[in-house]
């Protein structure tokens, strides 16, 4: 396997405020860094793509200006949450590809309040 | 129709039986298929790979994958009740020059003892 690290495990924010989730693999590079949002006994959905050294595509009805991606480095991509809102609360999991599957993060548990 | 459509379940066998979880996916030219477990709470991760038509053993794990009827399964031979957990079914194909992974719901499996 390969192991991808997401920090932090959960947090919680308050209403307004921006909140920084880490995604990094460990052992591998990722040009392709992916990122989902999973709300309770619902699937995986997938936010955006995460290219490094260039823009994330998004998914139809994510707003790029509120969820903020940075794929600086091939170990490392971020998710910025803007101006969170308790709807944004939610489980957020990032993948990273390496050869022809992906591995997952541990996933960041946001609670807005 | 969904892209990858999975049964929610719950399926429940008991300790020892054999657990037939299927998938089905509508776009023809998807070339990767995978199968996660996700413990509630936890980030999902990846027991099984396949890319081409017929069987694929991983110890008590077996994919099948029949592209003509564009239908992936899992089995679980001697299911164990720590095998409870959703298992997620993912297809992956080109979108737009990239990569991209589908999910499905998930098919909750309860293993009674």
């Known amino acids: 396997g390969a192991v991808v690290s997401q920090h932090p495990s959960w947090v919680i924010c308050k209403s307004g405020t921006s909140v920084k989730i880490e995604c990094r693999s460990l052992?591998?590079?990722?040009?392709?860094m992916f990122w989902y949002r999973q709300f309770p006994k619902q699937s995986l959905m997938l936010m955006a793509t995460?290219?490094?050294?260039?823009?994330?595509?998004?998914e139809q009805g994510v707003e790029k200006d509120k969820f903020l991606i940075n794929h600086a480095s091939l170990t490392l991509s971020t998710l910025t949450v803007t101006s969170a809102h308790p709807e944004d609360s939610s489980f957020y999991i990032c993948?990273?590809?390496?050869?022809?599957?992906?591995?997952f993060g541990q996933g960041t548990r946001l609670t807005v309040v | 129709q969904k892209e990858v459509e999975q049964n929610s379940g719950p399926l429940s066998v008991p300790e020892g039986a054999i657990a037939s979880l299927n998938c089905t996916y509508s776009d023809r030219v998807s070339q990767s298929f995978f199968w996660y477990r996700q413990y509630s709470g936890k980030s999902p991760e990846l027991i099984m790979s396949?890319?081409?038509?017929g069987d694929k053993e991983d110890g008590r794990f077996t994919a099948q994958l029949n592209k003509a009827s564009q239908y992936v399964s899992l089995l679980i031979r001697d299911s164990q009740p720590s095998d409870s957990a959703t298992y997620l079914c993912?297809?992956?194909?080109?979108?737009?020059?990239?990569?991209?992974?589908?999910f499905g719901t998930g098919t909750k499996l309860q293993v009674i003892p």
């Open positions: 052992d591998f590079q990722a040009t392709t």
């Open positions: 995460s290219n490094e050294g260039s823009k994330a595509t998004y």
């Open positions: 396949i890319y081409s038509n």
């Open positions: 993912a297809v992956k194909r080109n979108s737009g020059g990239y990569q991209k992974v589908t």
């Open positions: 993948s990273a590809g390496k050869n022809t599957e992906a591995f």
